[in-house]
């Protein structure tokens, strides 16, 4: 076996088709699997590692080293990602009698949002593969938080992104080196021209789920809120949910933890609800039924440019992480985001992104059904800063 070639503290053992359940090799670079196009999963051996040893580490997401896929700790590309506060948004919860309103705030994440986590893990796993170059689709800040680790890493950066959005994200894959190309629609014809781009394959094409560890790095979200909670989990997490990997992330991060026995026998899972922007909502039609998947979806640009995924390589996934949890997927329409954006803003003294935003007016929507009782633990995702976002908001 391989493994026992390795010093390294990383328990990863295998990586599995998410659709038949083949393995691969996990000490190969690979990408979907060859078996169904679809996502691979990694998979640990979960013994001997103590949720007490957590004590000493660093406050980054590599403090869970041993449930991460990198082998050897030099090979790890960081700038400080995860560990995110989890905020407690008294006024708010005042305003709405609500016992328990936090926020996990990834907007104070390098490069501004919770990209930098899956960036991070899959560069990091490039560097180790001796990849020379990486090229993405992206609606912004997947392509911001990549052209950053691959400056860190020396590796060329290629980044693809609809015309529309916003030119700080633009801009700031410039200041890292990156090449940045710019196409008409949104991230799935991004994504076609990333074919067209990398035909000869030179370059890691690290689209959302179409390599393993992007998922990864979105799962230490999961462990933290695990953590950071004193080993206790909230009633209901909500999460905007563009490809999906943070909510699959966050629910492979809870099973993870489950096996490691580090969550107490009683200790219910939370809902997980995915929150999307109604101009591009694929998981709310498929799962209301009205669509038998999102293959043919046509979704909309929206202020929250991380939610305009209109066919989601991970909806199965996300899908089953709903049904799993008791969860529902709902959306929100462009206006609504911009009075979360306020109303988080005046109360809370947070500037979120629109997606931020999106999931707070969820969480208000799903009391008023009583989806959400006044009384549950309810946490939110703020998955990035507001700050690039200025170009889509009106003018003042
Ligand atoms: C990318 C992005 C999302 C969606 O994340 P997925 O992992 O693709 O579901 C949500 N919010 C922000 C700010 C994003 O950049
Ligand atoms: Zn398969």
């Known amino acids: 076996m391989k493994t026992t070639l390795h010093r390294s503290l990383s328990h990863l053992s295998t990586l599995t088709c998410s659709s038949c359940g083949i393995a691969y090799d996990a000490f190969e670079q690979q990408t979907v699997s060859a078996c169904c196009h679809m996502p691979l999963l990694a998979g640990y051996i979960p013994d001997n590692f103590k949720k007490e040893s957590l004590q000493q580490r660093e406050g980054t997401m590599w403090r869970y080293l041993e449930m991460l896929p990198v082998l050897h700790e030099q090979n790890i590309v960081s700038l400080g990602e995860g560990y995110t506060p989890i905020l407690k948004l008294t006024n708010l919860a005042k305003k709405y009698e609500l016992s328990s309103l936090q926020l996990k705030d990834e907007g104070q994440n390098p490069t501004g949002s919770f990209k930098a986590r899956g960036l991070s893990m899959a560069i990091s796993k490039a560097k180790e593969h001796g990849v020379e170059g990486c090229i993405i689709p992206t609606a912004g800040n997947a392509g911001v938080a990549m052209s950053a680790y691959c400056a860190k890493a020396g590796m060329r950066a290629v980044v693809v992104m609809p015309r529309h959005t916003p030119k ?147 909806e199965q996934l996300m899908l089953q992480t709903l049904q799993e949890s008791g969860g529902i997927a709902t959306s929100i329409t462009e206006s609504d985001m911009l009075v979360g954006l306020k109303e988080l803003g005046e109360n809370e003294g947070l500037f979120v992104a629109p997606e931020g935003a999106a999931v707070w007016m969820a969480a208000r929507k799903l009391l008023d059904t009583g989806y959400i009782m006044q009384d549950e633990k309810i946490l939110l995702l703020n998955t990035g800063s507001g700050q690039k976002y200025m170009e889509n908001l009106p003018a003042l």
């Open 168 to 314: 700080a994200f633009r801009d700031e894959c410039y200041w890292y080196g990156a090449e940045v190309v710019l196409v008409d629609g949104l991230i799935n014809d991004c994504a076609a021209k990333v074919k067209e781009l990398n035909r000869s394959g030179e370059l890691l094409d690290v689209s959302t789920l179409k390599e393993p560890y992007r998922l990864e790095g979105k799962k230490t979200m999961g462990y933290e809120i695990a953590e950071q909670g004193n080993w206790q989990l909230p009633d209901v997490i909500l999460y905007p949910a563009g490809g999906g990997t943070g909510l699959i992330g966050i629910w492979k991060a809870f099973k993870e933890m489950q096996q490691l026995g580090w969550l107490g026998k009683g200790i219910k899972l939370p809902r997980m609800v995915a929150v999307q922007a109604a101009n591009c909502q694929p998981l709310v039609e498929t799962f209301s039924g009205r669509q038998a998947n999102c293959q043919n979806y046509v979704g909309k640009p929206t202020i929250a440019n991380g939610l305009a995924v209109p066919r989601p390589l991970g």
